[in-house]
């Protein structure tokens, strides 16, 4: 059964980019505009992982991680934070939110995809 990643970016064209990157891999993509997006469309759906900027309008990476692992059936999916912030408290403060992984922008799709294999089984 194919996978759904969704991935939670206020900016199009870096959607674009991930959403193509994770159809070539084979994944189905479901995108959000912000944090609010993505946690309305997470509850109403299902997602085996989320890839989430941290700089959004509406609710931020950290308070969409925050919320999601409230959700009982996503307590243990995997969520990559793929951002332009490479800050070491930053990181420690997803890691603790309950980001699984951290990436930051610009990515290399083969990158991506490396990390999503190892993650999501």
Same mark, same amino acid.
């Given at each position: 059964m194919t996978k759904t990643i969704m991935t939670a970016d206020d900016s199009a064209s870096m959607r674009q980019m991930i959403t193509f990157t994770l159809k070539?891999?084979?994944y189905d993509v479901v995108e959000a505009e912000?944090? =609010?997006d993505a946690l309305s469309k997470a509850e109403s759906g299902s997602? &085996?992982?989320l890839i989430t900027d941290l700089n959004m309008p509406n609710m931020n990476g950290m308070?969409?991680?925050h919320a999601i692992r409230q959700?009982?059936?996503? =307590?243990?999916?995997?969520?990559?934070?793929?951002t332009t912030e490479? &800050?070491?408290e930053k990181k420690q403060q997803g890691k603790l939110a309950g980001a699984t992984g951290?990436?930051?922008?610009p990515f290399q799709p083969p990158q991506l995809?490396?990390?999503i294999k190892k993650v999501l089984r």
């Open positions: 070539q891999a084979g912000d944090g =609010k997602i &085996d992982m308070e969409l991680i959700i009982e059936k996503y =307590k243990f999916i995997p969520i990559i934070m793929l490479s &800050d070491a951290w990436l930051v922008k995809t490396a990390v």
